[in-house]
């Protein structure tokens, strides 16, 4: 049975097994009695590693069996392993090669929090966004074969990630395809309900054998000739099969259905593994785990510790998350805004994809369930839904992270933004959002945003004018959008009265000379501090579309340079919206845009990133003062 902590070893725990591992082929040369100790000590190594650094927590920990189990009967990386989520992969990377860097893993410079094919050949897939795994594995196989290779190919999908439609879809064409694919659904409740007792893990074990496949597929053929009875068989089948699982699904779609089957049991999960292995045709294994499995406080609470921070020595897990401050998050500020404007009017209704508690909806859920949806991992169906409330005169506010609004574009435009529908947006996790890395950077909303017609869009500043911006989003008629960052405000308190701001009008906030500031969003103290050394003028701009026009032309007019400064991609970004403006316009003035360079930007801490890429108050002085001096020059030479 394995071992169960009630704390995080605060020092390194002896991993004798363990610490032989740096490779799976070092894993496979161990008899198989010994892999529960394995499973034991990589389980006690992977919650003292996370409690070094913080990070994904949870879904790792009810793993730890079957990444044993995979890379101990199967030939990584010859043999493809995708995961899905890619927090899952906490284990696996232990086992790859990473077990002395997973401390590093979501810092600056360390290893990433998710699989990276750049940072190991046994990460055959990136994966950040949930539910893409059989579609790549599915390519994976396909691809092997063309080239007749005989490699086996597994795609692991589980922590929800099954509700999503890409996953059906995938399914769907691998079971016409026929490939040689194993899917392991991970059912940790956090997707499809379970059955759980021993006369499933029983059958399972049965109808995996090739036993029971040689029977099957040879009186399939003898009795091809007797339809009646080879029907009556297969029903007999069925029936047996729908009564220790959850659905027929599967079966229906054209995959051989084994499960469910508790995934904790290395012994019983080794068995049906082998037996599985080389079968041909797509194969379906569901095992059900328990999230947080081997933490008795994640096992108790799966959502609170989806993720932890980094614990602090001498303190322990419930003294390591940090109590609320001054400053508050920015998803709080969303939530109280849902709440607040939920009491006052009862057409609000507030949708998410899977994302209540990252985005602060949890209040709102309990205070108004009849008017709360969360639809799973179904990015494209939340948009449309929203626009089927709309149009029957309520007021829908989907709460998105930005970088997975980008999986439901074609719903925002073709079914929202076409037919001019009030439907708010709240885009969280706007702009770099720091150790998750560029699979969850919220850098390209305001370009794939601003060239939709009917979409207006707003970037706050801070905490207050975040609140009254998306009640004013939220009171516009149409498609609106409010962009706002992962983390806390820089501590402007909160009016509780709603006051729905002018659209496109902008806010000076300090009078310079030569060089204004045009700021969108967040960035704006870095921007005030770099005005204040340069005695520059600063607009908080507020709207990204449509632009205080009015103003941006009297500032082109009383200044010598125009900057623009974003926490946004620069191509397609807010500035390239102001210099469209001038250019159109005819207004000829000098304008230097700050912002993201055209790259990914790798992960670390928010304020070391963004002093990297030049956009904290020192690099924003700094590269004013130089396009001074190369105008000055230009100048100089006529």
């Known amino acids: 049975m394995a071992k169960t902590f009630d704390e995080i070893p605060l020092s390194r725990p002896a991993t004798p097994l363990l610490d032989g591992i740096d490779r799976p082929e070092q894993l496979r040369a161990l008899p198989r009695e010994q892999l529960a100790q394995v499973v034991d000590e990589l389980r006690a190594y992977l919650l003292y590693a996370v409690g070094q650094s913080g990070g994904h927590f949870g879904a790792g920990l009810g793993v730890v069996e079957l990444t044993v189990a995979l890379h101990y009967l199967f030939d990584t990386p010859e043999d493809r392993l995708v995961w899905d989520v890619g927090h899952q992969t906490y284990p696996h990377k232990i086992l790859t090669g990473r077990r002395e860097a997973l401390p590093t893993i979501r810092q600056q410079g360390g290893l990433s929090g998710f ?18 795994s059989i579609s790549a594995a599915l390519g994976m196989a396909l691809g092997a074969e063309m080239a ?8 692991v999908i589980g922590d929800g990630a099954m509700t999503a439609g890409q996953a ?27 059955n759980v007792g021993g006369l499933a893990n029983y059958f399972a074990r049965i109808w995996a054998s090739k036993t029971y496949i040689a029977l099957r ?28 699982s959850p659905d027929a699904l599967f079966e229906s779609i054209g995959f051989n259905y084994i499960g469910p089957m508790d995934g904790h049991d290395l012994d019983e999960l080794l068995t049906t593994l082998t037996n599985l292995r080389d079968l041909k045709g797509p194969q379906l294994l569901h095992i059900y785990t328990t999230k947080g499995k081997g933490f008795a406080p994640a096992e108790a609470d799966p959502i609170g510790y989806h993720a932890i921070n980094k614990i602090e020595p001498k303190k322990r897990l419930q003294q390591a998350i940090p109590k609320p401050g001054p400053q508050i998050k920015y998803q709080d500020v969303f939530g109280r805004f849902l709440c607040d404007a939920a009491a006052r009017d009862d057409r609000l209704v507030a949708i998410t994809p899977a994302m209540c508690e990252g985005s602060g909806m949890l209040e709102y859920s309990q205070q108004f369930p009849e008017r709360f ?30 970088t997975f609004l980008q999986r439901a574009y074609d719903q925002l435009i073709h079914d929202v933004a076409l037919q001019d529908l009030d439907v708010t947006l ?24 601003r060239c939709v017609p009917n979409m207006i869009i707003a970037a706050p500043a801070d905490e207050n004018e975040c609140r009254q911006l998306l009640y004013t989003a939220w009171q516009h008629p149409g498609p609106s959008a409010v962009r706002y960052p992962r983390g806390t405000g820089p501590g402007v308190p909160m009016v509780e009265q709603f006051t729905a701001l002018p659209i496109g009008k902008a806010r000076t906030l300090r009078d310079g000379r030569q060089v204004a500031i045009l700021s969108f969003g967040t960035l704006l103290p870095a921007a005030m501090a770099a005005a204040d050394a340069l005695g520059a003028t600063v ?22 340079l125009l900057v623009t400064l974003e926490d946004h991609q620069l191509m397609a970004g807010a500035g390239s919206a102001v210099s469209e403006y001038l250019a159109a316009s005819a207004i000829t003035v000098p304008v230097l845009h700050l912002g ?6 790798h992960h670390g801490k928010r304020e070391a990133l963004l002093a990297e890429l030049g956009l904290d108050a020192a690099g924003i002085e700094q590269s004013i003062r130089d396009r001074l001096r190369l105008l000055d020059v230009r100048a100089a030479r006529g």
């Not at 699989?115 to 893409?132: A, C, L």
């Not at 007749?148 to 795609?155: D, E, H, M, Y």
């Not at 899917?183 to 379970?194: C, E, G, P, T, Y």
């Not at 969280?428 to 699979?439: C, N, P, S």
Request: proline share 3%.
């Open 373 to 402: 949806h969360d639809v799973a991992i179904c990015e494209q169906h939340a948009l449309t839904l929203a626009a089927g409330l709309a149009c029957e005169g309520q007021k829908p506010v989907v709460a998105i992270y930005s």
């Open 115 to 132: 699989p990276k094919r750049s940072e190991s050949e046994f990460d055959t897939f990136g994966v950040g966004h949930s539910s893409t």
């Open 596 to 601: 993201l360079p055209d790259t990914f930007i």
């Open 148 to 155: 007749g290779k005989q490699r086996r190919t597994v795609a």
């Open 426 to 449: 709240g885009i969280d996790r706007a702009g770099i959002v720091g150790e998750d890395g560029a699979t969850h950077g919220g850098v390209f909303d305001i370009g794939y945003l």
């Open 539 to 560: 607009v908080d701009m507020r709207w990204v579309k449509p632009l205080d026009e009015i103003l941006i032309r009297e500032l082109a007019t009383s200044h010598n």
């Open 217 to 244: 597929e040879g009186g399939k053929r003898v009795l091809s000739a007797m339809p009646a009875a080879w029907d009556f068989l297969r029903r007999t089948e069925e029936s047996m099969k729908n009564m220790v």
């Open 168 to 194: 059906f879809e995938a399914l769907n064409h691998a079971a016409h395809t026929k490939s040689n694919l194993l899917v392991i659904l991970n059912d940790n409740n956090m997707s499809i309900s379970h």
